[in-house]
């Protein structure tokens, strides 16, 4: 018996509930782990130069934004440079990569690895574009030193419920629940099995591009596609690499040039590297 719109939605309402459940337990986790660590992260960044991109780009390719804004904060205020926020922007898969370890868990690891790699690479190389172009940074910002009161109730209250609870899980839900919704209309009136896998490369220059919204959700289209078997790895992995979730915010707000020539820079270098996988055929 074919199943109504109602009886649909109502499934896809639960699904959704479920991966937010899901969400919602490792972003509590991760996040109490980051916070814990935050001094030992930035001691290890600042101290060596040659551990600003490496370390950047494996912070970025846990889940969330925090490590990003992080980045960013050390970079606004001078302490790392150009090519650690290139890495940790490449690296970074947003609140997104939290849906991809609940969804496809091990297709998540393989994700998170390879941007690691290529957030260390493409930090490397956008450093050394940097230095011998002489690229201009904005003024960094006065340093200012506050210790964050640490305790279970503090973070509960910040963190649990003011940061992720109130910030992300409503948005989240939403994201994965129309997007749901939609892709499952389009599959029942459109061939999608046919129409997306004949338009990879246009797919790999698109999600590139929509890589540049400095909102992670648009990056959940091309997991659900990924995760239904309509579109191939390449095309999810480019969209990884582009997108960086809500870590470019704070580079926004803090200097408009600076956001254009990281973004410039992730955006080609993501079309590069789908490019490539393009026409080795993967």
């Not at 390719?61 to 440079?81: E, M, Q, T």
């Not at 591009?209 to 480019?238: A, C, K, M, N, R």
């Not at 582009?242 to 020539?261: A, E, F, M, N, R």
């Amino acid at each position: 018996m074919q199943k109504t719109w109602v009886q649909i939605t109502k499934k896809i309402f639960l699904d959704s509930i479920k991966i937010v459940g899901i969400v919602t337990f490792l972003m509590i986790v991760i996040e109490w782990f980051q916070i814990k660590f935050e001094d030992r992260i930035k001691k290890v960044l600042i101290k060596d130069p040659r551990n600003q991109i490496i370390g950047s780009s494996l912070l970025g390719a846990i889940p969330g934004c925090i490590d990003a804004f992080l980045v960013v904060s050390l970079y606004s205020h001078g302490l790392v440079g150009f090519g650690a926020l290139a890495a940790v922007m490449l690296s970074t898969a947003g609140d997104e990569a939290f849906i991809m370890l609940a969804t496809i868990p091990k297709t998540a690891i393989l994700i998170f690895s390879i941007c690691a790699v290529f957030g260390i690479a493409g930090g490397y190389i956008f450093e050394k574009i940097a230095s011998k172009i002489n690229l201009k940074r904005a003024e960094p910002c006065p340093i200012e030193i506050h210790a964050e009161e640490y305790n279970i109730k503090h973070f509960f209250k910040e963190h649990v419920y003011e940061h992720i609870l109130k910030k992300h899980i409503l948005k989240l839900f939403l994201w994965i629940f129309f997007t749901l919704l939609i892709i499952h209309f389009l599959m029942q009136y459109f061939d999608l099995e046919y129409i997306l896998p004949e338009n990879r490369l246009f797919l790999i220059i698109l999600a590139a591009l929509i890589g540049i919204i400095p909102e992670s959700g648009p990056h959940l289209v091309f997991l659900t596609l990924y995760s239904q078997g309509l579109i191939p790895f390449s095309v999810l992995l480019v969209s990884s690499l582009s997108q960086d979730g809500h870590g470019l915010l704070p580079l926004l707000s803090y200097s408009v040039k600076d956001t254009i020539k990281v973004q410039i820079f992730t955006t080609i270098f993501s079309l590069l590297v789908g490019i490539i996988l393009y026409l080795i055929g993967i």
